[in-house]
């Protein structure tokens, strides 16, 4: 009998430890997602509208008259048009030029380009008017460039352009010359 209480109680404690916690199901923890950070879009520039600025430039003249090179100084105004991915708009300038031929210079341009964030790439074509000092001589010839634009905030546009004056048979004179332009421009687009 000693055997059987011995062989019962070991099984009963056998029993008891092996049914002490009971069953329980695994654990399995979700695994863990990396919120996917949001892709915000750049806000679009928005380039329409009137502007007025000033620029600075430097004006190179190569031709029948004699070479000669001069800084100059200016004022534009004009007004574009946004819409969408292109720009168009109208431009006029004039500008004081210290040289010893030309006295100044001024241009009524169309203007067409491309805007990229806050940049606009863009060609230029239109007239240019061209105050001399050979014999107080002045012509109005045909003028093309290109220029980029950087929107710096809502209202200021900071630039730069070039441009190319055809200025064959100046002022009815049988000379030629070329004259480029490179200017450095700040506006505020109202």
Do not use: C
Not at 53 to 70: I, V
Not at 104 to 116: D, E, N, R, W
């Amino acid at each position: 009998m000693k055997t059987l209480i011995l062989a019962s109680t070991a099984v009963l404690a056998t029993a008891g430890f092996a049914m002490a916690g009971g069953y329980t199901q695994p654990v399995v923890e979700a695994p863990v997602v990396e919120p996917v950070a949001a892709v915000v879009a750049a806000p679009s520039v928005n380039w329409t509208g009137f502007y007025a600025g000033a620029q600075l430039g430097y004006n190179n003249t190569e031709g029948d008259f004699s070479d000669d090179r001069g800084g100059s100084a200016g004022l534009q105004a004009g007004y574009l048009y946004d819409m969408g991915q292109y720009v168009v708009g109208a431009e006029a300038d004039y500008a004081a030029v210290d040289s010893d031929q030309i006295k100044g210079m001024g241009h009524l341009k169309g203007l067409a380009g491309v805007k990229s964030g806050q940049w606009l790439y863009y060609g230029t074509l239109g007239a240019g008017y061209i105050d001399s000092d050979i014999d107080g001589r002045d012509d109005t010839v045909l003028t093309a460039g290109a220029g980029v634009n950087y929107m710096y905030n809502e209202n200021w546009i900071l630039g730069g352009e070039v441009l190319y004056h055809d200025t064959n048979d100046f002022d009815n004179t049988d000379q030629d010359f070329n004259q480029t332009t490179v200017s450095l421009k700040a506006s505020y687009k109202f």
